[in-house]
């Protein structure tokens, strides 16, 4: 009897640990600091990508192909969306006509990378890379437990307004508003719910202090594809609330009607 028992257990051992070597390490659960020689950015949510081995982990020579598939599989992005975003991100390479870029590379000043930033203090003042805990305790101040189209684009504002404040180079163009607007678009849909673009403040916070997914706060990557409709459409929404908002702080000086975004292979203002 004792022998049996000996071996059902032996042979249980012996077949998880044949699973647990035969299957594949879940990179949601393989996340890894950077090391020496790695490079991170400005995009919190590159970097995480890059931390779980979605991206190259050394952050450096990120192809089409490389971003396509490790935006498809973190955060289920269709080939179009990571196509469009890789068009932005070659453009930070220093040298002309390059086929890859490198996560530092998205730092270079006013390329992609804008003042006004939720988690990074003006280039001017500081480290634009790399995460300030005191510009994300203002940016959420702004939330209450959940993240919506009002409560962030009243962070945004707030950052704005801040950094104009504190930064005499303070300066914005059309693209890096576009872009302010389109990522908190894109962190509100992807973290949370991008039909009614809400999220729990505590994934956001997660996920920027700790450039990690939030899978330990019940996120799950995304069952449907995120497309590039998908992210124009809400950032349309992000769009309207912050004229609303800019207006009703203004006194109607900025008209929202100048706001218009052009749906095409880039995104600009009209
Ligand atoms: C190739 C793809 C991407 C590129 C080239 C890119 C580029 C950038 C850059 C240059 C910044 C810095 C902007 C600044 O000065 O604050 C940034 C910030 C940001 N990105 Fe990305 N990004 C990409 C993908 C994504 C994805 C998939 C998300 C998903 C939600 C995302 C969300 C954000 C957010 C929320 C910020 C704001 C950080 C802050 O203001 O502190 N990005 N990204």
Redo the contacts with the bound molecule.
């Keep these: 009897m004792r022998l049996a028992t000996f071996y059902s257990v032996a042979a249980a051992v012996w077949a998880t640990q044949v699973v647990a070597q035969g299957a594949a390490p879940d990179p949601f659960e393989q996340w890894q600091k950077p090391e020496a020689g790695h490079v991170r ?6 970097n995480t990508f890059a931390n779980h081995g979605f991206l190259p982990r050394s952050g450096k020579y990120i192809t089409q192909q490389n ?1 396509a598939d490790g ?1 498809f599989n973190s ?1 289920h ?1 269709d080939a179009n969306i990571s196509a469009f ?2 068009d ?2 070659i453009r930070t390479n220093p040298q002309p006509n390059s086929t890859w870029f490198s996560l530092d590379h ?1 730092s270079r000043h006013n390329v ?3 003042d006004a ?4 203090v003006d280039a001017f003042l500081g480290h ?1 890379d790399i995460f300030n805990q005191k510009a994300f305790d203002e940016t959420r101040s702004h939330f209450k437990d959940v993240v919506n189209v009002e409560s962030g684009t009243a962070a945004i504002i707030a950052r704005m307004k801040s950094c104009k404040a504190t930064n005499p180079t303070y300066s914005l163009s059309e693209l890096g508003e576009a ?1 302010i607007l389109g ?2 678009a ?2 509100i849909s ?1 973290l949370g719910d991008a039909q009614s673009i809400t999220v729990d403040k505590k994934r956001v916070e997660f996920l920027f202090q700790n450039e990690r997914l939030p899978t330990q706060l019940g996120w799950k990557r995304p069952s449907t594809p995120f497309t590039t409709d998908l992210l124009l459409g809400n950032l349309d929404k992000v769009r309207a609330e912050y004229a609303k908002q800019l207006n009703s702080t203004s006194k109607g000086k900025r008209s929202g009607a100048s706001l218009r975004l052009v749906h095409g292979s880039a995104i600009t203002f009209a």
């Design positions: 950015g400005p995009c919190p949510f590159l971003l935006l955060v992005f975003l890789f932005f991100a998205l992609l990378e804008h930033s939720l988690s990074r634009a872009f990522e908190t894109a962190y992807i």
